[in-house]
């Protein structure tokens, strides 16, 4: 029995250190999912100012070809050099707003991948839950078969053979008397 009390009791301490480790293991999840919200913001910011870029890009190529047609070259050269920055800029945008969505995809991944691990945990944790409680309800069911039950056959018995014993005695003493 002493045994089987340890066993409970390291049991019962290692069920709550794994739920001490699967409330960690959520709240780091908590903080992933923070990070990848802002990494959205960030991205959506990013395709915003990208869709304006190219915006601006369109309407230089408007006031370039309204400058050309006027034959003044002036501006369009100052129109032209415009639309080499706004390129430049794009491509910069560009570039970045790629990197952000393949950040964002890994950050998804690593955040499902974190949170199958997290639900098998938890269901490994169920399951031993439901094993330890078995074992508890057996303890039980064992020490009530062992303990309750032999004192009591142990006292019927006595009295059984204290009562055998009484009439034969009563026995003896009709055939005595």
Do not use: P, W
């Not at 009390?5 to 301490?13: I, L």
């Amino acid at each position: 029995m002493a045994l089987f009390k340890r066993f409970t009791q390291n049991a019962s301490s290692n069920n709550k250190e794994i739920a001490q480790l699967l409330k960690s293991l959520e709240e780091e999840i908590a903080k992933i999912k923070v990070e990848a919200s802002k990494m959205e913001a960030a991205q959506s910011r990013t395709k915003r100012e990208l869709d304006e870029c190219r915006e601006e890009i369109r309407k230089m190529e408007n006031y370039i070809e309204h400058a050309r047609n006027s034959g003044n070259t002036e501006s369009e050269r100052i129109f032209l050099t415009k639309k080499a920055s706004l390129e430049e800029k794009e491509r910069a945008l560009q570039s970045s707003y790629d990197a952000m969505i393949g950040n964002g995809q890994n950050m998804k991944q690593s955040q499902e991948m974190l949170l199958s691990k997290m639900n098998e945990l938890k269901s490994r944790k169920d399951a031993i839950d439901i094993k330890l409680e078995r074992a508890k309800i057996q303890e039980k069911l064992n020490e009530i078969n062992t303990g309750t039950f032999s004192e009591l056959e142990e006292k019927v018995n006595r009295r059984l053979d204290l009562a055998e014993a009484m009439a034969e005695l009563n026995e003896i003493e009709k055939g005595n008397l």
